[in-house]
């Protein structure tokens, strides 16, 4: 039999302070009608000034390995997927790393925005197959409100900070990763990008001026271009598989946008019931958004064994992603 990789334990953490819509609706010129009628999203969490990407990915962490029942030397690999590092480098990983004391673990990040953490799956579950590596931790963590104009109505509704983190290892029967799918797009770059800051527009007094340092979206193109790779790569990694939609027990997508999970879930044909949701509590969180809600899904009960879950993402790149889990 195939030697398959599988997810042992996640963990998830949400940074305390909650910003509502109601709040934002005295920041600038919004209203929580808007934002709930174009996106879902009723509040998100803002990391405070001490909390880092790695704060929030270390706090995950803990909980999939104590889950695990495993020690932090325990993990020899540690792959963060992140558009939201503690600092250009070193990596992100590599703060974890210290932070955990994961001695026997090496480390590095993924930038794949919004796809990080199916990128990041990918590479672990390529890896523990090949056997180069037995146990890898993956996290998807971000401090988006650090780079969040909160002087532009347009994006600063829709971002929230958070981290999720799993553990894989390698499958001792048929369950585990079946496929997963990734692609990108580099020619659609400038849909959701941070122009400044690395070495195309470096930090200068000029390029802070001109808020190159915050996220920039074409909102409603990024909109489209989501729902039709959506259905695509799902369609690919469900008929890779030879699995009909309706086999599907729970659809985990990233969470961007209610109306791009709703646009997807109908043209896949699989009922919003079967679908995990928790944008309305969080925003879109990037990378994090998957983990956070595959913790979420585990822990309130609504994974059972030998159930097939489809997750999926799409961001800046543009890149897309999905996976398909034999639970
Ligand atoms: O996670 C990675 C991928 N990201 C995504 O998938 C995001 C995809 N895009 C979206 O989720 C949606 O396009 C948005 C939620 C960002 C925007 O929704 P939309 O229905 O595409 O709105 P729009 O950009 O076409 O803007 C409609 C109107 C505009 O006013 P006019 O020009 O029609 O007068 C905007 O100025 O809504 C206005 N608007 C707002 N009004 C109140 C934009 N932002 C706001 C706001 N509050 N926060």
């Given at each position: 039999?195939?030697?398959?990789?599988?997810?042992?334990?996640?963990?998830?953490?949400?940074?305390?302070?909650?910003?509502?819509?109601?709040?934002?609706?005295?920041m600038?010129?919004?209203?929580?009608?808007?934002?709930?009628?174009?996106?879902?999203?009723?509040?998100?969490r803002?990391?405070?000034?001490?909390?880092?990407?790695s704060?929030?990915?270390?706090?995950?962490s803990?909980?999939?390995?104590?889950?695990?029942?495993?020690?932090?030397?325990?993990?020899?690999?540690i792959i963060?997927?992140?558009?939201?590092?503690?600092?250009?480098?070193?990596?992100?990983?590599?703060?974890?790393?210290?932070?955990?004391?994961?001695?026997?673990?090496?480390?590095?990040?993924?930038?794949?925005?919004?796809?990080?953490?199916?990128?990041?799956?990918?590479?672990?579950?390529?890896?523990?197959?090949?056997?180069m590596?037995?146990?890898?931790?993956?996290?998807?963590?971000?401090?988006?409100?650090?780079?969040?104009?909160?002087?532009?109505?347009?994006?600063?509704?829709?971002?929230?900070?958070g981290?999720?983190?799993?553990?894989?290892?390698?499958?001792n029967?048929?369950?585990?990763?079946?496929?997963i799918h990734?692609?990108?797009?580099?020619?659609?770059?400038?849909?959701?990008?941070?122009?400044?800051?690395?070495?195309?527009?470096?930090?200068?007094?000029?390029?802070?001026?001109?808020?190159?340092?915050?996220?920039?979206?074409?909102?409603?193109?990024?909109?489209?271009?989501?729902?039709?790779?959506?259905?695509?790569?799902?369609?690919?990694?469900?008929?890779?598989?030879?699995?009909?939609?309706?086999?599907?027990?729970?659809?985990?997508?990233?969470?961007?946008?209610?109306?791009?999970?709703?646009?997807?879930?109908?043209r896949?044909?699989?009922p919003?019931?079967?679908?995990?949701?928790?944008?309305?509590?969080y925003?879109?969180?990037?990378?994090a958004?998957?983990?956070?809600?595959?913790?979420?899904?585990?822990?309130?009960?609504?994974?059972?064994?030998?159930?097939?879950i489809?997750?999926?993402a799409?961001?800046?790149?543009?890149?897309?992603?999905?996976?398909?889990?034999?639970?």
């Amino acid at each position: 039999m195939l030697l398959r990789s599988r997810i042992i334990s996640t963990g998830s953490y949400l940074p305390e302070k909650v910003l509502s819509n109601s709040e934002m609706e005295k920041m600038l010129d919004t209203s929580d009608e808007w934002i709930t009628e174009r996106t879902g999203i009723k509040e998100r969490r803002i990391a405070d000034n001490t909390q880092a990407a790695s704060d929030l990915a270390f706090e995950a962490s803990k909980i999939a390995l104590e889950r695990a029942g495993l020690g932090p030397e325990d993990i020899d690999l540690i792959i963060v997927a992140t558009i939201t590092g503690d600092m250009p480098f070193p990596s992100t990983a590599c703060f974890l790393q210290d932070k955990l004391g994961a001695t026997n673990a090496a480390g590095f990040d993924i930038n794949a925005a919004c796809s990080g953490f199916l990128y990041s799956l990918y590479i672990a579950d390529s890896f523990i197959k090949s056997g180069m590596h037995r146990r890898i931790l993956v996290a998807g963590t971000e401090a988006l409100s650090k780079i969040t104009d909160w002087d532009d109505r347009t994006t600063c509704v829709l971002f929230g900070d958070g981290a999720g983190a799993v553990i894989v290892e390698p499958s001792n029967d048929d369950s585990g990763i079946l496929s997963i799918h990734i692609n990108s797009d580099g020619k659609m770059w400038d849909l959701i990008h941070v122009p400044g800051g690395g070495s195309r527009n470096p930090a200068s007094q000029s390029s802070i001026e001109q808020r190159l340092h915050y996220i920039k979206m074409k909102g409603n193109e990024t909109f489209k271009v989501a729902v039709r790779t959506l259905e695509d790569i799902a369609l690919k990694t469900l008929q890779e598989n030879n699995i009909d939609p309706s086999g599907l027990s729970l659809l985990i997508p990233h969470q961007a946008n209610l109306r791009i999970i709703q646009a997807t879930a109908d043209r896949l044909k699989v009922p919003m019931d079967k679908v995990i949701i928790n944008l309305d509590k969080y925003g879109n969180t990037s990378a994090a958004s998957i983990p956070i809600a595959l913790d979420e899904a585990l822990q309130s009960g609504r994974i059972k064994e030998g159930d097939y879950i489809l997750l999926e993402a799409f961001g800046g790149g543009l890149t897309w992603a999905s996976a398909l889990i034999k639970w």
